[in-house]
Every structure is written in structure tokens, then in C-alpha cells.
């Protein structure tokens, strides 16, 4: 990429062509704007996952969301970082000034109509997995790994898993051929198809190895979903949901057998928390906020 000869007195951006431009323009002001948790740690935490699996498995699959190095934050004058304290963290020591935003996510439809057509007591054993790509990266193989051993449990899986031809070769049968693992595709979140999942599941589960903040999660909580995470998913759900304790086996397995047998009260009031959670902290309007307060800060 060519940059016109300008000056500026500020280049905010994100990797590789920020570096390009403050290395060019030598601004007053630079602004690094992290969309993921530092690069470091998502590849050493990606590259866990995948030994974690060749241990489980005997196979050892090459990574999908592997980041290239580079110093963006390092030569930053600040970083504006989609996330939570956790998510800054992941940056410590790289920066003068961290100033973090929340994702926005969307709302499409009512939550009073969904919990109105819910069964509670029936979806309380269905969980919703929506992923983009990386499928250990998200977790999936763990939650595959407990569903299929766990039948009075139901998984619905959303995302383009067909994709990833070296995943679905450990994991064909559990995928397609598993009573209680529902392999759904790529829905949209403004389908009806997607909200009919909203209506007969009560949980929305992430074990993700690494992110900013996911936004993947706040869209089911707009619809009311109850979200089981863990706190590398970025989000400070604790008073809605549940943040896994560590990404075993053992531990999601618990909660996620723990949490089928909810009484509707609980469930109702959880899920109710969750959407004013998701209204209050991941829409456009106050990500826009919040993204004005973190440049008036810097600036």
C-alpha cells in the first residue's frame, strides 16, 4: 500500500499498515487499535489447544488463527483495545496508555416474544456454539468431546465447521453422526432459523483460547441466552453467566452438566439478566460512547 506524502497529526490503525504509516508520517499521535488479545499470547495460547489435542487425538492439525509478529502496540503512543481488563492484560508492559471498548453485537428480535415460545425445561439441556473459523481455537473439539459422552445434553453447533476438512476428519462422527450434537452450518443472527435455536436453547458456550471481546456471545445474550465462557472470551458476565474456572474437560464438563438441571425460576431470571447485560454494555450506540471517551482520553 502507497500513502500519500502528508503529515499527520495522528495515524490510528491496525497491523501491517499501521507500522507503515507511523513509520512514514512520524505523527504527533499514534494509535494502535487491537481487535484481539496480543499476539503472543493468542498464538502460544492456540498452539496449546492444538498439543492439547494431539495428546487426546494423536494428530496434530496446523493453526488457522495464527497472528504474524509485529510491534504495533510496543510503538504506540496508546492502544484502543475491543475488550475487558482481562483482554489488556494480554498487552501489559507494551503500552503507555490502554484504553478499552466493548464490542457492539446485534439485537434482532424481541426477547419477549423468544422467552414466551421457550420451554425451559426442555432447553436447559440445549446449548448453542457459534463460532467463526478456528474450531479448537473456539473450543469446539472440548465440547464435542463432552457432548457426545453426555446424550441427556444437547449441542447445536452454528458455523462453517464443514470448512475445516482436517478438523472434520477427527471429528466426523461426533459432527454428523452423534443423536445429540446438531451440526447447523453458518446461520445468520437475523434469520428465523436462528431465532427458533434462540427459542428451544436456554445457554449460549465458548471455551475460546483467545479474543478481544467476543461478539459471537452478546448476540445470543440479546436474545436472552445465558452464556458459559471462558475468560479468555473477553466478557465480564459473571452476574448473567458463567466464566469456566479453566478450559478443561473436567471443569466445562461440570458446569455444563451442573447447569441442566437449572429450575426455570433460575433460568428465567439469568436469562432476563443476561439480555439487559447485553442492552446495557454491547450495542452500536454505546460502543460509539465509548469509543469517543477512549479518543478524548488520548487526545
Known amino acids: 500500500m502507497k500513502f500519500k506524502n502528508i503529515k499527520y497529526d495522528v495515524v490510528f ?7 507503515k504509516a507511523v513509520t512514514v508520517f512520524h505523527p504527533q499521535k499514534s494509535i494502535y487499535y487491537a481487535t484481539g488479545a496480543h499476539y503472543i499470547f493468542q498464538n502460544n495460547a492456540e498452539n496449546d489447544r492444538l498439543l492439547d489435542l494431539e495428546k487426546r487425538k494423536g494428530i496434530l492439525l496446523s493453526p488457522r488463527r495464527f497472528v504474524a509478529p509485529h510491534e504495533s502496540s510496543k510503538i504506540a503512543d496508546a492502544v484502543i483495545c475491543i475488550g475487558n481488563a482481562w483482554t489488556a492484560s494480554t498487552y501489559s508492559g507494551e503500552s503507555k496508555q490502554i484504553e478499552c471498548i466493548p464490542v457492539s453485537a446485534y439485537n434482532m428480535f424481541s426477547i419477549e416474544d423468544i422467552q414466551a415460545q421457550k420451554s425451559w425445561m426442555d432447553a436447559r439441556r440445549n446449548f448453542l456454539w457459534l463460532g467463526s473459523v478456528g474450531a479448537i481455537h473456539k473450543g469446539l473439539d472440548l465440547l464435542l468431546d463432552i457432548f457426545s459422552r453426555n446424550p441427556n445434553a444437547h449441542l447445536y453447533v452454528c458455523g462453517n465447521v464443514r470448512k475445516e476438512k482436517d478438523f472434520l476428519d477427527i471429528y466426523k462422527e461426533e459432527l454428523l453422526h452423534t443423536n445429540n450434537i446438531n451440526y447447523m452450518g453458518w446461520i445468520s443472527p437475523d434469520s428465523e432459523d436462528f431465532k427458533r435455536l434462540a427459542i428451544i436453547c436456554a445457554f449460549s458456550i465458548l471455551p475460546s483460547c483467545s479474543e ?29 453467566g458463567t466464566v469456566f474456572e479453566n478450559n478443561s474437560i473436567r471443569v466445562i464438563e461440570g458446569i455444563i452438566l451442573d447447569h441442566t438441571g437449572k429450575d426455570e425460576q433460575w433460568l428465567l431470571q439469568k436469562s432476563s ?21 477512549a479518543l478524548k482520553k488520548i487526545l
Open 212 to 240: 478481544s471481546m467476543n461478539g459471537a456471545v452478546p448476540t445470543c445474550m440479546h436474545l436472552g441466552l445465558i452464556p458459559l465462557v471462558s475468560k479468555e472470551c473477553g466478557l465480564d458476565v459473571e452476574n448473567c
Open 13 to 19: 490503525g491496525l497491523e501491517p499498515n499501521f507500522l
Open 273 to 293: 439478566q443476561s439480555y439487559e447485560f447485553a442492552k446495557k454494555n454491547n450495542t452500536i450506540e454505546n460502543f460509539s460512547a465509548c469509543f469517543r471517551d
